[in-house]
């Protein structure tokens, strides 16, 4: 059986040949043998499974052993290789078989039933058309008919994919067929050409803005670290909150501490992300071996070293000085200063998100100048968002700045299923904002999202449709964040548990209209806002500062639906339980008297086999009678 | 415990800073965090208890009671809950009566609300140990619930 792990032939024949070699031209030997490492030419079939956190919900942990144990049973000489995600979540698990001479094919919906019919498909010439996906395009291979090239699918024809270009299509776990990528090049060459000063030059210059959440300049950040006098300086790597699997696991190394100084760097990765962790602690493991890390790279005079941080679950902890304590041991709570001069052990500390840092190697490949060209006048580059909600392909896309909402929801991931009506789009996690139909058009950048009042954040983008309650949405949010909040600022732990009462209130029934109780809720909801400017304002970390976000999107662009839950007391949707009203159908109703004998407040009446009848002022909207009806005679509206 | 001082010998550097690996590793070993080994990582760090339940209690990975024979986990990310995951969320809790982060009174089945397991194509999504559901409704729900029960019934 062919492999191309990792032999000390190939290692050296690549350090010397690929990773070493300056120029871009190869002679005929290595470009031959660099084609095979590539899987141009192949002798073999090769069958790449997906493995990543998405497709094993679907069941593909096992998919590769079964896939592999079925080719030995069949006597079927092929290589099995695990790839990450090609950023298309909704259709996984995604395998991909190319025969010798022939181009990649992708097939979707793989499970554990279909796969041997698809396999023995297409070595027998024999297409599976339910599953087949499209083909790679390869000028060296003999393409299939009548089946669409990965180009030629929507959701990646519109996409700009710079950062996720080897995701899903390289093996996940082979440090070799990275470097015949290209990959880590970029950090040799800055390694043993360039000083510090220079790549924060080059950073500065191509306006490279933090993917995290505030969108700020990374070479000043850099700048500063680097201007900082400190014993030791640390890049801190957050990958916290990125889609573990589907990510850029490997590209990360790539990534450039060098800038700043740093002598070690931290990865910080949640502890739930299992694949993640795992292939991180087995792509440094190679780096190692292979002379990237460690002492004196390359005879640079340059060391790193890599530590992965588990993260133990807190959201907080995506704030850069709350991540700083985690690291150091303690509870993760931000502290008022300035992290690239004052950070971990109190020495100047750079913090990027994993999709800041992916940037820099291509940046310093290709340069500013190139970077510059992509994107709007103040965001450059492109940007990975993660859609999902009511949606059709669920998955990540990468566009280039600026591209408008619309070609994001409509054109890439295919609009919205079941031909339901688009109601909001939230960018941004729960302290992101809630933006209407009317906002369909704007630009996806920095800028341009800020001006609606949402943050674009880590760029989640979470589609609702029209069977979705705004309120109930928010509500969530806030309960997550009345959750997460770390307890240092009043306004941001009383102030969202708060909010979060007040929203609860409003989707609820009040048990009767006496006394006080209307006035107060009433009073909550002139309050709403101004409670949100208020934490807004005296928190000190990015949480509380836009935890009042979804509130004051919400109360801009949705004032409707908050006016029908607090005047109308109904919510359209149907979400909110206690809104509910019902109704009896009286041609379904056989009279039973279940419903009636359940119900709290008496609100049913009806005699034995007669259609019954809701008495609408007593009804608290519980629903009980509606789940207790065998005949589906009560109709909620 | 042996293997509670045995992990504790992986940090020879006394220093807080391992303290967050340490409960990790601890909970991977034995799936909660008892006073015991609370006590002993006190001692080792010199560090009160209390300081260091407080640091875990801040964390929503540490639990400080075993799991149930059936670890029940339900992503309440928010892709899951635009699926309305709610409905399925009240009915697990009224069919098992027990709240999250509880564990019912057989020690049959403990209970956890977490945050977006990555499966957003797929919504509703729950866990059972380390088997995945997806695509949840009511129904399908029961019948999960029920078979778990019917073995044990056995």
Redesign the interface.
């Known amino acids: 059986m062919m492999t191309v792990s990792s032999t000390q032939n190939n290692k050296d024949f690549i350090i010397n040949n690929i990773l070493l070699n300056e120029s871009e031209v190869f002679t005929n030997d290595v470009s031959d043998k660099l084609s095979i490492i590539k899987r141009d030419k192949i002798t073999f079939p090769i069958i790449t499974v997906s493995q990543?956190?998405?497709s094993?919900?679907?069941?593909a942990q096992n998919l590769k052993e079964l896939i592999k144990n079925y080719l030995i049973e069949r006597n079927i000489k092929a290589t099995v290789i695990e790839v990450g995600s090609l950023g298309i979540?909704?259709i996984?698990t995604l395998i991909s078989i190319q025969l010798p001479g022939k181009t990649k094919l992708l097939y979707k919906n793989v499970k554990e039933e279909n796969f041997k019919a698809i396999i023995d498909g297409n070595f027998n010439n024999f297409i599976v058309e339910e599953n087949v996906f499209c083909q790679f395009r390869n000028k060296m291979h003999e393409p299939y008919e009548n089946i669409p090239y990965i180009d030629e699918i929507a959701f990646f024809s519109n996409q700009q994919r710079i950062i996720l270009k080897n995701c899903g299509i390289i093996d996940a776990n082979s440090i070799d067929e990275y470097l015949a990528f290209g990959g880590y090049k970029s950090f040799v060459k800055v390694i043993k050409h360039y000083t510090h000063e220079d790549v924060c030059n080059i950073v500065n210059q191509s306006k490279l803005r933090g993917r995290g959440g505030e969108g700020l300049y990374t070479g000043k950040k850099w700048k500063t670290a680097l201007d900082t006098p400190g014993d030791n300086k640390y890049l801190i790597c957050n990958a916290g909150e990125s889609?573990?699997?589907?990510f850029m696991e490997r590209l990360l190394l790539e990534s450039d501490p060098h800038a700043i100084g740093a002598r070690k760097a931290f990865i910080y990765i949640e502890?739930?992300y299992d694949l993640a962790i795992k292939r991180l602690t087995n792509a440094i493991q190679q780096a190692k071996e292979y002379g990237l890390l460690g002492h004196d790279i390359y005879k640079s005079g340059y060391s790193l070293e890599i530590i992965i941080?588990?993260g133990?679950?807190?959201?907080v902890c995506g704030e850069e000085t709350a991540l700083i304590s985690?690291?150091?041991?303690?509870?993760?709570r931000p502290r008022p200063s300035n992290a690239a001069i004052n950070g971990l052990y109190g020495q100047p500390t750079v913090v990027n998100n994993v999709e800041t840092l992916v940037n820099i190697p291509i940046i310093i490949e290709k340069g500013a100048q190139w970077f510059n060209s992509i994107g709007t006048e103040e965001s450059k580059g492109t940007k990975v968002f993660?859609i999902?909600?009511?949606i059709e392909f669920?998955?990540l896309v990468e566009v280039e700045m600026g591209t408008k909402l619309r070609d994001i929801i409509y054109r890439i991931a295919g609009g919205i299923p079941n031909n339901k009506k688009f109601k909001a789009v939230?960018i941004g996690?729960?302290t992101g904002g809630t933006l209407s139909e009317e906002h369909i058009d704007t630009l996806v950048d920095y800028d341009s999202i800020m001006l609606t009042g949402a943050s674009l954040g880590s760029a989640?983008m979470?589609v609702?449709d029209e069977d979705?309650c705004i309120i109930d949405?928010v509500k969530?949010?806030m309960n997550f964040l009345q959750k997460e909040s770390?307890g240092i600022c009043i306004p941001c732990r009383e102030g969202t548990r708060r909010m979060y009462e007040i929203l609860e209130n409003i989707s609820k029934r009040p048990k009767d209209d006496f006394g006080h109780l209307s006035l107060q809720r009433f009073k909550g909801i002139m309050q709403l806002e101004n409670l949100a400017e208020v934490i807004k304002d005296t928190s000190m970390c990015g949480l509380g500062k836009k935890a009042g976000y979804p509130v004051l999107t919400t109360l801009k662009w949705f004032q409707n639906e908050y006016e029908e839950h607090i005047f109308e007391r109904n919510c359209n949707a149907g979400?909110c339980q206690e809104l509910r009203t019902f109704e009896i159908n009286v041609d379904v109703c056989i009279g039973c008297t279940i419903c009636a004998k359940k119900c709290p407040t008496s609100a049913i009446v009806g005699s034995i086999k007669n259609a019954h009848f809701i008495v609408q002022d007593k009804c608290i909207g519980c629903g009980i009678c509606y789940n207790a009806c065998k005949f589906n005679a009560i109709i909620s509206k | 415990m042996p293997e509670i001082d045995s992990i504790l010998e992986k940090y020879p550097i006394i220093q807080t800073d391992n303290l967050i690996s340490i409960l990790q590793e601890i909970q991977e070993k034995f799936g909660f965090i008892s006073k015991e080994a609370l006590v002993k990582i006190s001692d080792y760090l010199k560090i009160p208890t209390s300081k260091i339940y407080g640091l875990a209690s801040f964390y929503s990975q540490f639990r400080f009671e075993p799991k149930g024979k059936y670890h029940i986990r339900i992503c309440n990310g928010t892709s899951c809950h635009i699926n309305s995951n709610l409905i399925i969320l009240n009915e697990l809790y009224k069919k098992l009566s027990i709240k999250d982060g509880e564990v019912t009174k057989n020690k049959l089945f403990s209970f956890e609300e977490t945050e977006c397991m990555s499966g957003c194509g797929y919504g509703p999504v729950m866990t059972i140990n380390e088997k995945v559901y997806t695509k949840l409704t009511i129904d399908k729900v029961l019948d999960i619930i029920n078979f778990y029960m019917q073995i044990e019934n056995q």
């Open positions: 990543n956190s998405g094993i919900i679907t069941g979540c909704s996984e889609d573990p699997g589907a502890w739930e941080k588990k133990a679950g807190a959201y985690n690291i150091e041991g303690k509870r993760g993660s999902s909600g009511k669920v998955g939230h996690g729960p989640g979470v609702l979705n949405t969530y949010f770390c979400v």
